[in-house]
Nanobody, 124 residues
Framework: QLQLVESGGGLVQPGGSLRLSCAAS????????IGWFRQAPGKEREGVSC????????NYANSVKGRFTISRDSAKNTVYLQMNSLKPEDTAVYYC?????????????????WGQGTQVTVSS
């Protein structure tokens, strides 16, 4: 069974850091574009970052550029989202998703597999 599981969320003070993990079972993440998305209460889901398959090019939403870093650990079949300098507006449920096999970063509706999400709360 193909599955993505996020972890690493929690409560952190403004200015703090968290590292989210997206672990896969049943398939190899290296061959897929992996995106991170978030959804805050009352808001639509938005794309945060993506890393493409193969060459591993990355992109970021303007709101997180310079603060968040996406990366892969092939040996652990895991993609990470390192989040630094967190702000209250980063509070949301964060989801990872896997795109079509061998793809660059697709639009949101073209991701094939989604995790269940992990809550990130930034508050003092």
């Amino acid at each position: 069974q193909l599955q993505l599981v996020e972890s690493g969320g929690g409560l952190v003070q403004p200015g703090g850091s968290l590292r989210l993990s997206c672990a896969a079972s049943g398939f190899t993440l290296d061959y897929y574009a992996i995106g991170w998305f978030r959804q805050a209460p009352g808001k639509e889901r938005e794309g945060v970052s993506c890393i493409s398959s193969s060459a591993g090019s990355t992109n970021y939403a303007n709101s997180v550029k310079g603060r968040f870093t996406i990366s892969r650990d092939s040996a652990k079949n895991t993609v990470y989202l390192q989040m630094n300098s967190l702000k209250p507006e980063d509070t949301a449920v964060y989801y990872c998703a896997a795109g079509p096999y061998g793809s660059s970063c697709p639009t949101e509706r073209n991701y094939d597999y989604w995790g269940q999400g992990t809550q990130v709360t930034v508050s003092s």
